[in-house]
């Protein structure tokens, strides 16, 4: 590698690295004509202290934009050094690393310079050159310009494995406010057209034998959570919105890092992004998307903002005493999925269970069951009666003075949850 490229490399894959949604999970690409990687059903990746994914090459293709975005390092009026690969300096540190076992896939993203249909082309050569010219096979994330030409993005979706656009700010004040440029509409028409192709092409499935594959893993969007002080309810609205209309894989929150001091508008956290707000925001995600709440369940105009101290999961049982003590030997599924402390598999790990005759303390534990946790909001066949009469604020304190790691320490925002 020469000097050259090396700088470059340590300019763009820094600049990079403010973008969380790197998730490859889900791509069933195959390997074919011998050629290099396979994504079979996702990548394993390490990651950093504070959740961020390192195991792929995570690079802008330029950190030259033609946009002032107050909250990005990247922006135009930012005195920063710049640096732009080549689309074959791209494809070969990517084969290169690959060969070397240094990576297994390419998140590819760039600041727009020129225009957003430029910038683009660009980043469109690279996955073509990558699939058609070097018989790639191994991930590909790309970040969709907002703006650029749809026959440009649909193009790109038929080699790129997932595909996100950044819809920066959780409210239209906000983006207004610190990057003017840009607009939430710009973002859900591009949205838009990979969902709309990929519905066209799973019809066209139904009655054509062989159909190409389009974003297989599906595509994503990111927002930057804590620069305009918007609340959390506005941050799981705007997620629940754009879950149910443009049938998002993932929305991942990015606690935002300080890192234009000139802005005064923008507030001054310290130097660490808001980790514990992030962990909170992604346990409401998980709750939406696989324990059956709705948004409104988990924050709402009276409660606006998640309790830090507990999860939302528990937070929700004790605002909602009424709802419990759930029997578990006669309540459904869907209820036993919201007792704090059973998570998915050990719900159904219950169900099944009690098929045999009736649950018990020590079965439960057995199956995984959080029960310092569960304990509180359950009943079974030997449940104590002491259990059944704590007021709320008094299972919120005994949880809290349990001293788990769970309500006390800040964890890594994107591992699983099992609450």
């Excluded at 135009?76 to 710049?82: E, L, P, V, Y």
Aim: with cysteine; charged share 25%.
């Amino acid at each position: 590698m020469s000097d050259r490229i090396r700088e470059k490399l340590q300019i763009l894959a820094d600049a990079a690295k403010y973008d969380v949604s790197c998730s490859s999970s889900g791509s069933n690409r195959k390997n074919k004509d011998k050629g290099l990687g396979n994504t079979g059903s996702g990548i394993c990746h390490s990651y950093t202290e504070d959740g961020r994914c390192v195991s792929l090459l995570k690079i802008l293709f330029s950190n030259v934009c033609i946009f002032d975005c107050a909250y990005c390092v990247s922006r135009r009026s930012n005195d920063i050094q710049r640096a732009a690969f080549t689309v074959q300096e791209v494809v070969d540190l990517t084969i290169n690393f690959y060969r070397r076992n240094y990576i297994e896939g390419l998140f590819l993203s760039s600041g727009i310079f020129k225009s957003a249909d430029h910038t683009m082309e660009r980043m469109l050569q690279v996955v073509k050159k990558l699939r058609l010219e070097e018989n790639f096979n191994g991930y590909i994330h790309l970040k969709t310009i907002p703006g650029a030409a749809p026959e440009l993005i649909t193009e790109a979706g038929l080699y790129a494995d997932r595909m996100s656009i950044n819809l920066e700010m959780p409210t239209e004040a906000g983006l207004k406010r610190f990057a003017p440029e840009k607009t939430h509409a710009e973002v859900q028409k591009d949205l838009g057209i990979v969902r709309d192709r990929l519905i066209q092409l799973k019809d066209e499935r139904q009655l054509i034998r062989s159909v190409p594959k389009f974003v297989p893993a599906g595509q994503t969007t990111q927002m930057v959570v804590g620069a305009a002080n918007e609340t959390d309810y506005d941050v799981m609205m705007m997620a629940d919105h754009h879950y149910k209309e443009f049938k998002l894989k993932r929305v991942y929150y990015s606690g935002y890092i300080p890192i234009n001091e000139q802005e005064k508008a923008l507030p001054a956290i310290g130097s660490a992004p808001p980790l514990l707000r992030e962990n909170r925001l992604y346990q409401s995600d998980w709750l939406m998307r696989f324990y059956g709440f709705s948004a409104d369940e988990i924050v709402n105009p009276q409660h606006p903002n998640l309790d830090l101290d507990i999860d939302p999961k528990l937070s929700w049982a004790l605002r909602h005493p009424e709802q419990f003590p759930v029997d578990l030997n006669q309540a459904d599924y869907k209820m036993i999925l919201r007792v704090p402390g059973i998570g998915v598999k050990s719900a159904k790990k219950i169900v099944q269970a009690r098929r045999f005759g009736a649950l018990r303390i020590d079965q439960l534990k057995r199956m995984g069951v959080a029960y310092s946790r569960a304990q509180h909001f359950i009943r079974c066949v030997d449940t104590p009666q002491f259990q059944r009469d704590l007021q709320p604020h008094q299972v919120r304190q005994q949880i809290l003075q349990s001293g788990q790691s769970k309500y006390t320490k800040q964890i890594s925002p994107q591992l699983g949850f099992g609450f």
